[in-house]
Structures are given as structure tokens and as C-alpha cells.
């Protein structure tokens, strides 16, 4: 994407919606979901977003672990390592 005249990137795409940008930290001695970059993605994506949301079924908590793809239902990748679910 074309940069504007300041060298900063637009905050709204062509048809004037606003473009949300955000990193990803990976925790430093992270392990990542090598073999398969498309769930490292959303793993990645999962660990970030539990940080500030709290996800709720009939408005009780509800804590998750784990995820998998509707391709590979028999796959379940873990979003954190052992000890760091928060």
C-alpha cells in the first residue's frame, strides 16, 4: 500500500473505510505454531485478543485453551503454552 506525503501509511482504504492496524507480539520464548502458519495466525491473533476481551456464553465466562480449523476438527492447537494461560 502507497505510503501518504508524511511516509505514513492512510487510515482509510479507497472506499473510505478505516484501516485497523495492530502488532503482535509474540512472547519472546514463545513457541509458535511452526508447521502450520495459517493457525499460528489465529493463534497469535486469539492470544492477543483474550488480552482485553472476555468471550461469554448466556452472559457466563467462558474459558478457552484451544482452537482448531474447520478443516483439521481433529487437531486442536493449544493458544498458549502450559503455564501461561491467563
Do not use: H
Amino acid at each position: 500500500m502507497a505510503k501518504n506525503k508524511e511516509g505514513k501509511l492512510p487510515v482509510v482504504d479507497e472506499n473510505g473505510d478505516y484501516i485497523w492496524r495492530f502488532k503482535l507480539d509474540a512472547g519472546k520464548n514463545r513457541r509458535v505454531i511452526k508447521d502450520n502458519t495459517f493457525a499460528e495466525l489465529f493463534r497469535s491473533q486469539l492470544d492477543e485478543m483474550l488480552k482485553v476481551v472476555v468471550l461469554t456464553r448466556e452472559g457466563k465466562k467462558v474459558r478457552v485453551d484451544g482452537f482448531y480449523l474447520i478443516n483439521e476438527p481433529d487437531r486442536v492447537y493449544p493458544i498458549w503454552d502450559g503455564d501461561e494461560n491467563p
